[in-house]
């Protein structure tokens, strides 16, 4: 951030006699800084990092919001210990990690082939990507419990799809219901939803690569094969890793999409812990317990998040 | 450019790719065609299968997002005056009357003032933030910014229990001023490092030769940084807003009565025996429509917006 010209102001502002340069410098560049960043500090103190102080604090605790009233005890580290050695927190996470693993991979193959696509440069190419990135934008609540609607037993045009392509009986399968089909359900609206952004970003690394380059592996009479392997992959991998952290941590977060699909049902096949979360907090009202709970959850991503940047990092320096 | 370069793709790989992405597009359009097409059928329509392509389009869904129904004997019935409306006329074909307005307005209602109001917040704050981050030695630079974006890692169910309590106190809760506040608080991350990215794009001789002719640095970032930035903040107030707009998991956990937004109110429409599907696609329809054009209209910073600035075309 340092600038290596002499800076204009300094030199103008002591060649000026004090008035005229009280006037043209008027607040002290540092006072300017401090009250243009103190609202947005004070503001991200207040709802982000007060509160969890506040959920660090009642992690220790067996305070439960419904119950105000009730004596509040110091419990120690049992509700980290009671979480962690519960067999369902762990059957939770498993739910999660197979979500997780299974919408980035599919995002990731399908969303790099379909930039791999639009990069061809084919006529109206700029339209249809603007279509294919709708449904990203809209509000996962809404199309989550559109969705069930498009599930639907019997009826549903997933169903009827799946029947008129494969000839399996619409009536023989249900998508949200027992069978075990739930789980690859909400993969399957998830990655519906997100593929568009995979592709976008690995679209802006196809496109950050010159042509030279190319140019260059022709002249030298590399096969397209080992072209793609050798140059594609390698520029457009620090793109495609940056997409993966995102979607990791939005997917280890989700909660609202998945909600509406299936609540968590049937039984606890698609349980995320966020949703396992707001269960323990707002339905059974642990809030001790589901302060542990979230306390954990936010140190997860947060470790995870930042392996995987040191390792972001070093593939960006090759 | 020669007139034969390498690497442009021959005519026929231009096609493939062509159709193949046009296949993709068909299929990802489709759940969203689904959406418009529901709230234009009629209850058994909307239910029949094989699911109607073809079907009589009927404005019930519409009719019943926006008001409740109540059905009435039928000597009742047969002594109404005829229908004063074609909305009356409409759920008179059901053997029902109108029996008042629903919440549907209201809700969205709500999600405008909140969408609104935090965008409005967030921008103010976030320019402000991301000037003095673009322009000036601020201590811990990079700590106060990294710090700015962990915020964003944590599950929103673990703020909402501590929020719910704070705003218990407070009297917060169910209100428009705490959503906006809480959304805004979510935003301003977002805010403050996409704004850093416009502003940092634009070159610093500008405000500098203004200070020389006798601005302020206020006035400097006022007449000369603002009008430069004016792409910028607007499409960052459209990212803002589309977030408060989509806003689910804080919406159905802090707010029932008074501030709920659409979001949690479009699932609990409900019919004769189950969701009314063509009201809720046709709530879908209304609320997701704006974010569509919104989305059109941003196309060219869609790529910054959603990568938090990490990625420019």
């Known amino acids: 951030m340092t600038n290596p010209l002499p800076n204009p102001i300094e030199a103008a502002a002591r060649a000026t006699p004090a008035p005229v340069a009280r006037r043209l410098r008027g607040l002290s560049d540092r006072a300017i800084a401090w009250i243009f960043v103190a609202p947005t500090i004070f503001l991200l103190l207040a709802i982000n990092i007060f509160p969890l102080i506040w959920?660090?604090?009642?992690?220790f605790t067996n305070f439960a919001a419904n119950r105000p009233n009730r004596e509040v005890e110091w419990v120690g580290l049992r509700n980290y210990e009671r979480i962690l050695t519960d067999e369902g927190t762990w059957a939770n996470m498993q739910t999660t990690a197979h979500f997780l693993v299974w919408t980035i991979v599919l995002q990731v193959v399908i969303g790099f082939t379909l930039a791999w696509l639009i990069n061809r440069k084919f006529k109206g190419n700029d339209l249809v990507t603007t279509l294919i990135v709708l449904p990203m934008m809209l509000s996962p609540a809404v199309v989550g419990n559109f969705w069930t609607f498009l599930y639907?037993?019997?009826?549903?045009?997933i169903n009827y799809i799946v029947e008129l392509v494969t000839g399996i009986p619409a009536s023989s399968f249900s998508m949200l219901g027992p069978g075990g089909l739930a789980p690859w359900s909400i993969i399957i609206v998830d990655t519906w939803m997100w593929t568009p952004f995979v592709m976008l970003i690995c679209l802006a690394g196809l496109r950050s690569i010159p042509d030279y380059i190319y140019e260059a592996a022709e002249v030298d009479r590399a096969?397209?094969?080992?072209?793609?392997?050798?140059?594609?992959?390698?520029?457009?991998?620090?793109?495609?890793?940056?997409?993966?952290l995102f979607r990791g941590i939005e997917n280890f977060k989700m909660f609202d999409m998945v909600t509406l699909l299936t609540g968590g049902g049937p039984g606890n096949e698609t349980l995320l812990t966020s949703i396992d979360l707001k269960r323990e907090a707002f339905e059974k009202w642990r809030t001790g317990y589901s302060s542990a709970y979230a306390i954990i959850l936010f140190v997860t991503v947060f470790g995870l998040a930042s392996i995987y940047v040191k390792a972001l990092n070093k593939v960006k320096e090759r | 450019m020669s007139a034969y370069s390498v690497t442009e793709p021959s005519r026929a790989s231009k096609w493939l790719a062509g159709i193949l992405v046009v296949a993709y597009a068909f299929i990802t359009l489709l759940p969203l065609v689904w959406i418009i097409s529901t709230g234009?059928?009629?209850g058994p329509d909307s239910i029949s299968y094989p699911p109607k392509v073809i079907f009589d389009p009927s404005l019930e869904g519409y009719v019943n997002l926006f008001t409740t129904r109540t059905r009435i004997a039928a000597e009742d019935f047969a002594a109404l005056p005829p229908p004063e409306t074609w909305y009356d006329e409409v759920v008179r074909e059901d053997g029902m009357v109108i029996a008042g307005p629903s919440r549907f307005g209201e809700r969205f209602l709500n999600s405008v003032i909140i969408g609104f109001g935090s965008t409005f917040l967030s921008i103010v704050l976030g320019t402000l933030a991301a000037y003095a981050f673009s322009r000036f030695k601020v201590p811990l630079k990079d700590d106060l910014l990294f710090f700015i974006l962990s915020t964003r890692m944590m599950p929103p169910i673990a703020v909402a229990i501590p929020i719910y309590l704070m705003y218990r106190e407070l009297g917060l809760s169910d209100t428009h001023l705490g959503m906006i506040l809480l959304y805004t608080g979510v935003n301003i991350s977002l805010a403050v490092w996409l704004l850093k990215g416009f502003i940092d794009e634009i070159p610093r001789e500008y405000e500098e030769a203004a200070l020389i002719d006798g601005y302020t640095r206020f006035q400097a970032f006022r007449k000369v940084v603002l009008p430069q930035a004016a792409t910028g903040i607007a499409s960052t107030a459209?990212?803002?807003?589309?977030f408060a707009w989509n806003e689910y998991a804080f919406a159905v956990l802090l707010t029932s009565g008074n501030a709920q937004t659409a979001p949690p109110f479009i699932p609990t429409i409900i019919g004769v025996g189950g969701q009314d599907w063509p009201a809720v696609a046709a709530g879908a329809t209304l609320f997701l429509l704006p974010v569509m054009i919104f989305t059109i209209l941003l196309r060219k910073h869609l790529l910054r917006g959603i990568t938090f600035g990490a990625v420019r075309k």
């Open chain 1, 55 to 59: 959920t660090v604090r009642l992690s």
């Open chain 2, 40 to 42: 234009f059928k009629s």
């Open chain 1, 152 to 157: 639907q037993p019997q009826i549903g045009l």
């Open chain 2, 238 to 242: 459209i990212f803002c807003l589309i």
């Open chain 1, 223 to 244: 096969s397209k094969w080992r072209q793609f392997w050798t140059i594609t992959v390698p520029m457009v991998l620090p793109f495609l890793m940056l997409a993966v």
